[in-house]
């Protein structure tokens, strides 16, 4: 079976000011239909440039330098800007932390969905609206009727982030990526969106990206997971596997260092030293100089993925169970 | 227990602007233009004892900076008082507050905003205890040296400047900034929640190294559930402006007795639990221009009655110290009384 989602190899690069950053590094992986993908990481990762960058929104001094990006088999890399704005809303969607990316704060929800909706296909703004109601009625979004007559600002928070995942879903993208996307809300008002994403995968059949911070968000929604460290996956593997038997060093320390696993009070494991900057990475492995597992190899050469069921980027990756 | 050094008592805290755009859209307003009262604190009560870290949850508009801002002394509230060994911490008159205290320090969830981009951090945290004569002059240097080094980081840091830190390191030195005017109190408002997961946990393990050897009394308001279960003695849990329960942090998070508190632990998503689906509080946050009657948490309640509509319920004894503001708790939700 096809993959909805594949990406291969994609490498980003940003040239500020003489020095190069590599944000997204050689990064690799598959989404099939009805799928959630977690994909983690401290700020500075490389997650919403992996984001941006299979959407095809990387502007100079960014750029994709490598890599492929297939959506239901067909490569979006080196389609014209043209193509690629047909795929986008279509084929693929993307929802933000901020919702107001999306939505224009001058046009009332229905007007704006409409619009959105008759880009792509031919019909009258009667069916465009009644396609927009379909649509927020499957984001949960109580009385649609009415929210379709509202202006942006006239909704909540959790309200906006519902209707922009609505925007998304207008055209039943194949793939569909989500950079923080309840980071921003309250606990109540995530918990209720991510209750209905989990029902829009398993009934759309579309094959979700979920980008964020939060290890716990992704290990209750995600079926598989990888980790990213300073531009690169370091870990990838089904959400029970990456949770319950970390192999890499890293995604060990992250989750050893959440409060909740360990008796109130107790000193918390934590990871020695800072995110690393981009532009300084040490030789080797990124992660070594916070690592309890380095050893001389670590210094000079990068780890090489170890692929047995789940994927490791790691010289001594912890045994497996 | 020992006699509470800190008394919130019946406080309210209340602001009065101009209605936005938006809130007159959406018709939360009447009266058009008139100015809108938003209740940020409702008749809240708590005393918190020599040496115990008080947690604050609740989601985003439920009053926890402003009782934050309250207990120190750059609010006055609008009714009741606070106390720090008997002295009220400010006073208002003409409209302007006046901070009494110094003992009241406040860290802050942005490492960054808070620290003086061109100051050096040395000057930063010198700045205070100099103004208020809390440290006499010729001590300042070396005692910001040993601050520095107790917070784990270099004495040699103090030349630096904040940008050459990273959000952890900026972190610590807020906590230095705030340790540097030996303070009886301290209020951390968000302050581990900007700060990555692997260096949440190093300023933690500080907090809390620094609470055993300094003895600290502190407020700790966060919306991070399982944070506050780790490093607070007592927990309060707030909703639109008013207390809805208070518990030692133990008891409270194995059993929640407010139905907000219990619908609140329900919606955390937890590591390893291997939940797939989640409990979801149904509804959204009411405004708290105009709470709804009653009990506030009625119209999202699943087990609300008449009187919730009509009574709001009062903070009742519920055994092993612990206070719940809930009918179900004081005679039930059937008849209004
Ligand atoms: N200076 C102010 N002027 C007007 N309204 C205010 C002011 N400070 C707070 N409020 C209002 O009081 C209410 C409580 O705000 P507060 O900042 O205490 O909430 P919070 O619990 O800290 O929320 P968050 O989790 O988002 O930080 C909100 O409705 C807020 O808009
Ligand atoms: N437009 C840009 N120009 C230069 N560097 C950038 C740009 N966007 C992102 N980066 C760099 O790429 C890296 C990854 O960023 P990002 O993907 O936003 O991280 P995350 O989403 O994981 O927090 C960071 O080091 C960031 O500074
Ligand atoms: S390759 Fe070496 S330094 Fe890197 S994570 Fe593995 S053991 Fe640690
Ligand atoms: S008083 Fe009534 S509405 Fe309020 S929490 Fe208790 S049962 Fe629910
Ligand atoms: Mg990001
Ligand atoms: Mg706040």
Redesign the interface.
């Known amino acids: 079976m096809t993959a909805a989602l594949d990406v291969q190899g994609l490498t980003t690069r940003f040239a500020t000011r003489g020095d190069a950053v590599t944000a997204v590094n050689d990064v690799s992986f598959s989404v099939e239909k009805g799928r959630i993908l977690g994909l983690v990481g ?2 500075g990762s490389g997650k919403s440039v992996t984001g941006f960058s299979i959407m095809g929104l990387i502007d100079a001094p960014g750029e994709v330098s490598a890599g492929r990006v297939l959506v239901d088999g067909a490569d979006l890399r080196g389609l014209s800007d043209e193509d690629m704005r047909k795929m986008r809303g279509s084929k693929v969607a993307m929802v933000f932390q901020d919702p107001m990316m999306t939505l224009n704060p001058v046009l009332r929800v229905g007007d704006q969905m409409a619009m959105a909706v008759r880009v792509h296909r031919k019909m009258s703004k009667n069916a465009a609206l009644e396609e927009a109601r379909r649509a927020l009625d499957t984001v949960g979004i109580p009385s649609p009727e009415e929210r379709l007559r509202a ?1 942006p ?2 909704l ?1 928070g ?2 906006r982030q519902r209707v922009a995942i609505a925007m998304a879903l207008l055209h039943s993208p194949s793939v569909i990526i989500a950079d923080e996307a309840t980071t921003a809300l ?7 969106i ?2 209905e994403v ?1 029902e829009l995968a398993d009934e759309t059949g579309a094959a979700i990206v979920w980008i964020t ?5 992704v ?3 995600a079926d598989d997971i990888c980790v990213m460290y300073a531009g690169r996956i370091v870990e990838r593997g089904t959400a ?1 596997q990456v ?2 038997h970390p192999r890499h060093p890293y995604t060990k ?3 050893e ?6 008796a ?2 107790t ?5 020695p030293g ?2 690393p900057q981009l532009s300084r990475l040490p030789q080797g492995c990124p992660f070594r100089p916070r690592c309890p597992r380095a050893s001389d190899i670590c210094t000079t050469v990068p780890p090489a993925d170890t692929v047995d069921g789940q994927t490791v980027l790691c010289h001594h990756p912890l045994e497996r169970p | 227990m020992t006699e509470p050094i800190l008394k919130i008592e019946n406080v309210s805290k209340r602001f009065t602007r101009m209605p936005g755009l938006a809130e007159r859209l959406v018709g939360k307003v009447v009266g058009g233009g008139k100015p809108v009262t938003v209740h940020a604190l409702s008749d809240v009560t708590l005393d918190v004892a020599q040496g115990e870290v008080l947690g604050i949850v609740g989601e985003s508009g439920c009053g926890k900076s402003s009782l934050g801002r309250v207990v120190a002394g750059i609010y006055a509230p609008s009714d009741g008082r606070v106390t720090l060994n008997g002295k009220p911490v400010a006073r208002e008159h003409g409209g302007n507050i006046d901070k009494l205290t110094t003992q009241v320090q406040m860290i802050h969830q942005d490492p960054f905003a808070s620290l003086n981009p061109r100051m050096k951090v040395g000057e930063t945290l010198a700045e205070g205890p100099r103004y208020h004569n809390i440290i006499p002059a010729r001590d300042v240097a070396a005692r910001m040296r040993s601050l520095l080094e107790q917070v784990g980081l270099e004495g040699a840091y103090a030349d630096r400047l904040p940008h050459q830190f990273s959000g952890g390191q900026r972190q610590r030195v807020a906590i230095a900034r705030a340790l540097a005017m030996e303070p009886e109190v301290l209020v951390l408002d968000e302050a581990v929640a900007s700060l990555d997961v692997s260096i949440q946990a190093q300023v933690l393990n500080l907090f809390m190294d620094l609470r055993r050897d300094l003895g600290l009394t502190a407020l700790f308001i966060s919306h991070d559930l399982s944070v506050v279960r780790h490093v607070c003695d007592r927990v309060a849990i707030m909703y639109l402006g008013r207390l809805v329960e208070l518990a030692p942090a133990e008891a409270l998070y194995a059993d929640p007795k407010h139905p907000y508190t219990a619908a609140l632990f329900a919606s955390v998503p937890t590591v390893g639990t291997g939940k797939r689906r989640f409990e979801t509080i149904k509804g959204e946050i009411p405004s708290p221009i105009n709470p709804p009657s009653g009990c506030a948490f009625h119209p999202r309640c699943p087990h609300a009655g008449p009187r919730c509509r009509v009574e709001a319920p009062r903070l009742t004894e519920a055994g092993q110290g612990r206070t719940v503001a809930c009918h179900l708790n004081d005679g039930g939700v059937e008849v209004a009384a």
């Open positions: 401290e700020s202006y600002h006239q909540s959790g309200m309250d606990v109540s008002i995530q918990g209720q991510l209750a989990r911070h939060d290890l716990a968000v290990s209750s929604l029970q949770i319950e320390g992250l989750l260092s959440i409060p909740a696993l360990h109130p009070g000193p918390l494991p934590q990871i800072s995110t």
